[in-house]
């Protein structure tokens, strides 16, 4: 399996698990993409004619609300905070935000391990100055 691919199966896994951590670059594509199903659900809640199909439209938005909620709790898992709490940050107004700001726990914490291992990097080279 090329690195690429390796890359793309464990970020997938971390979304699919229940008790995983994600970073917050894997964070932000959930409430992005919940805004946008929102408003376009709200544009086609009034394009519908009143009636029980435009009652329905509006239950379609718990879904996605817990879409969101599950992937702020994975998000307060890295940051070290109880899953619970994502519950009040999606409640709280940008308390969304709040979880996109925050930094996640450097190496393990108490619901695992990191969701981006650091990469090894390679040893310091010195850099020739104008007079070496």
Not at 65 to 82: F, I, T
Not at 98 to 119: A, C, E, M, V
């Amino acid at each position: 399996m090329n690195p690429i691919d390796q890359t793309a199966s464990s970020t997938l896994q971390r979304h699919l698990r229940w008790n995983a951590r994600i970073s917050r670059r894997d964070f932000a594509p959930y409430p992005i993409l919940f805004f946008a199903a929102c408003l376009a659900l709200g544009l086609w809640q009034q394009s519908l004619p009143a009636g029980p199909l435009h009652d329905f439209a509006i239950l379609l938005i718990w879904p996605l609300l817990g879409l969101l909620v599950l992937g702020a709790s994975k998000r307060c898992r890295d940051a070290d905070y109880a899953p619970w709490l994502s519950i009040l940050a999606v409640l709280i107004p940008f308390g969304v935000l709040i979880l996109l700001f925050t930094p996640g726990t450097t190496g393990p914490n108490r619901f695992g391990s990191p969701p981006r291992p650091k990469k090894k990097s390679s040893p310091a080279v010195p850099l020739r100055g104008k007079g070496t």
